[in-house]
């Protein structure tokens, strides 16, 4: 069994691994129309994948820690670093990954592709595809989660 995390705002907590999120904006490795759910491989890595995000004058006040359980058999795909575009890291991100992620939903070859994380690329993303069959077998809940208040000052 394998952990994963994501932090989100509250009204989303009810289902925090749909996509709706990657499918009505893009992101590093989707475009919007493709649903795919962003997580961390670490408590501490969805914290900072999420706080780069935020406005410093405003920080969210209802955010939630969704922790993800994926058995090990649920299908996996890993890309290493070596496997990327040589910018793979670069803000805002090259168009050109969005169609890394936008194909692994497209083919649904797994349910979950393991990258690395361009803010901490020795630790890993997981994204999660919610229309792949073995979705089904991936379990999560929300606690409540709030930053210290040293990260805004």
């Known amino acids: 069994m394998t952990r994963v995390y994501r932090i989100v705002r509250k009204p989303y907590s009810k289902t925090p ?15 919007p129309g ?15 994948e999420y706080f780069v995000h935020i406005e410093a004058h ?4 209802d955010l939630v820690v969704v922790t993800a359980n994926i058995p ?7 890309l290493k670093p070596h496997q990327l575009p040589s910018n793979w890291r670069q ?4 168009p050109r990954l969005a169609g890394i992620g936008d194909s692994f939903a497209a083919e649904g070859k797994a349910a979950i592709l ?6 901490v690329p020795s630790e890993s993303d997981w994204l999660i595809n919610p229309l792949h069959p073995d979705f089904a077998e991936i ?4 606690d409540p989660f709030q930053y210290d208040a040293r990260f805004f000052a």
Do not use: N
Not at 19 to 25: A, K, N, T
Not at 34 to 48: C, D
Not at 114 to 119: F, G
């Open 91 to 94: 803000v805002p991100a090259p």
């Open 58 to 61: 405003d920080p969210p006040k």
């Open 114 to 119: 393991v990258l690395p994380s361009a803010l």
């Open 139 to 142: 379990t999560a809940h929300a």
């Open 17 to 31: 691994l749909d996509g709706e999120g990657s499918f009505r904006f893009v992101g590093r490795w989707s475009s």
């Open 72 to 78: 090990d058999h649920v299908s996996r795909m890993v």
């Open 34 to 48: 493709t649903r795919i759910a962003y997580t961390a491989e670490h408590l501490s890595l969805a914290m900072i």
